[in-house]
């Protein structure tokens, strides 16, 4: 039963992506931002087999160690299954040893759930069957900002930059022209994934085959984008209270160090080989700019909740949309909270909005 006065929240987490780890991580923050004076949680992990499980609630079981990411194991607690019927209401625990116990008074979930069978639209259409509401996207804006195609062909329909890039689909190879317009080096990555997993960078064609191969092993359709020299810049964007226009964060920019060529997953998370300059030292307009355009393509793929925007800003000032993440990473070290900080919203109250935003929206 809900504590009376207290808000009872399902954090999802884990999910049968390669994000698995991350998203666990993730989870962990939020679950030591929330006030259990405000808030009672229900820790559910998704293994990576997609069992759901009652998880710990633990947030230093769900933390980097050793350079291991936490997993999320079917022996992590009694099996789960979610009921889409909202004259019930919910999540069912089963337990052999109890019966099914009703989680029907959970009022919202948040699924922090990073990639495929998480922020795609998977979930949000079965917690859209069940009458529940949820923090982020709806399910089409968690689709279109999925998958990399799709959120460059929205994005650039509303004016907003986007750089060189092939679509290559089952049995598709570059041909000749696409090489030259795209030119050296290139990026290869799934169209559909996150966290920079299945992505090579390419300086000789020789290396393509192989590449195209690794992004495939994650998803059939691959981007080969030409590469933009430039700064990489990071927006977060939230949908506003009370129905108001989304609003930008600061800007945030992105440096890699420590021997990492480019900002892969290691760089990310592992070996703390970036360096961040928040917020971003650009130009008065440029900062403008990015925030407009980040702002903007909140809008162009109906995203509600929130989301980061990633740009390129190259040495003339240009601008270029990378990509849009309508669930971004909440781990420490994560660019979303931190640009939310600088602008003056701590993480706690973050996560707090963020579950309000929710409740608002489905007229709770």
């Not at 529940?132 to 650039?156: H, Q, R």
């Not at 930059?161 to 696409?178: C, N, S, W």
Request: contains cysteine.
């Amino acid at each position: 039963m809900t504590t009376p006065g207290k808000t009872r929240v399902a954090i999802v987490f884990g999910g049968r992506s390669p994000e698995h780890g991350i998203s666990c991580v993730s989870a962990g923050s939020v679950l030591a931002a929330l006030d259990p004076d405000e808030f009672e949680v229900v820790p559910v992990g998704i293994t990576r087999q997609g069992q759901w499980v009652l998880a710990s609630g633990d947030p230093g079981q769900l933390a980097i160690a050793d350079r291991k990411l936490p997993e999320i194991t079917a022996g992590s607690g009694a099996e789960l299954v979610l009921r889409a019927d909202p004259a019930v209401g919910g999540l069912m625990v089963l337990d052999p040893t109890q019966g099914p116990v009703a989680l029907a008074d959970v009022d919202v979930v948040f699924p922090v759930l990073h990639g495929a069978y998480g922020e795609d639209g998977t979930i949000q259409g079965m917690l859209e069957m069940a009458d529940i509401p949820y923090v982020g996207a709806n399910v089409f804006a968690s689709a279109a900002a999925m998958d990399k195609e799709f959120t460059k062909k929205l994005c650039a329909a509303e004016g907003i930059p986007v750089g060189p890039y092939v679509v290559l689909r089952a049995g598709m190879t570059l041909t000749e022209e696409d090489k030259d317009r795209l030119g050296l080096p290139v990026f290869v990555k799934p169209s559909r994934a996150g966290s920079s997993f299945g992505i090579t960078k390419v300086d000789d064609w020789a290396q393509l085959d192989a590449a195209v191969a690794t992004a495939r092993e994650i998803d059939t359709k691959v981007l080969v984008e030409g590469a933009i020299v430039g700064r990489e810049i990071e927006c977060g964007v939230l949908e506003g209270e009370a129905g108001g226009a989304p609003e930008a964060s600061v800007l945030a920019e992105v440096r890699v160090v420590s021997g990492h060529d480019w900002y892969d997953f290691e760089a990310k998370y592992i070996d703390d080989a970036c360096e961040y300059d928040i917020p971003a030292n650009l130009p008065d307009q440029v900062t403008r700019q990015v925030r407009e355009y980040a702002t903007r393509a909140f809008t162009a793929l109906d995203c509600s909740g929130l989301a980061r925007a990633d740009f390129f800003v190259t040495p003339e000032l240009d601008v270029y949309l990378n990509e849009i993440n309508t669930m971004p990473g909440f781990t420490p070290t994560s660019m979303f909270p931190r640009m939310w900080a600088a602008s003056g919203l701590e993480y706690p109250k973050l996560v707090n909005r963020l579950i309000r935003t929710a409740l608002r929206r489905a007229g709770r």
